[in-house]
């Protein structure tokens, strides 16, 4: 009988194992021919990946404008749109099929996001807040040169 429970949670060990890699660490990805890391989404899912990718550059559109107009008040409500709090609208299916590097790049950009909208308030550093958006970018830039997003049909 003992035996028999060493198999079973072996075998659950092993399922468990299988899935966390899946759905926490790989998601779901191929390679692509240009040699990126194709994500692959439902159309409703790359439009909601999509949706928050445009916001962000609205956000960074408007805390240029309120660096620039020296409004350091537009520069923390642009960067407070897309902060910490914005990541708990992607629905936990999606974040099942990110894989964990895109995953962290998305948390980190969001992180940054928050901090450039405190430090605005705090400092009103224009300046800072624009090596803050160089910092953001780099992520941007990372994430785009890495993955694509393509519609699974499956």
């Avoid at 409500?77 to 629905?91: C, L, S, T």
């Amino acid at each position: 009988m003992c035996r028999l429970c060493w198999i079973l949670v072996a075998t659950l060990t092993v399922i468990t194992s299988s899935l966390t890699y899946k759905f926490i660490i790989a998601g779901d990805v191929v390679i692509s021919d240009d040699g990126r890391k194709a994500i692959q989404l439902s159309s409703g899912e790359r439009d909601i990946v999509f949706s928050e990718m445009r916001t962000f550059l609205a956000s960074v559109q408007q805390i240029t404008k309120g660096v620039a107009n020296n409004d350091m008040k537009l520069v923390a409500k642009a960067a407070n749109k897309v902060g910490r709090a914005a990541q708990q609208e992607v629905p936990g299916s999606l974040i099942g099929k990110l894989p964990l590097e895109f995953k962290k790049l998305g948390f980190d950009t969001h992180s940054k996001f928050s901090q450039l909208a405190l430090d605005a308030e705090q400092l009103g550093d224009g300046q800072h807040a624009l090596s803050q958006v160089s910092e953001l970018m780099e992520n941007c830039v990372a994430c785009h040169e890495t993955y694509k997003i393509e519609v699974n049909l499956k």
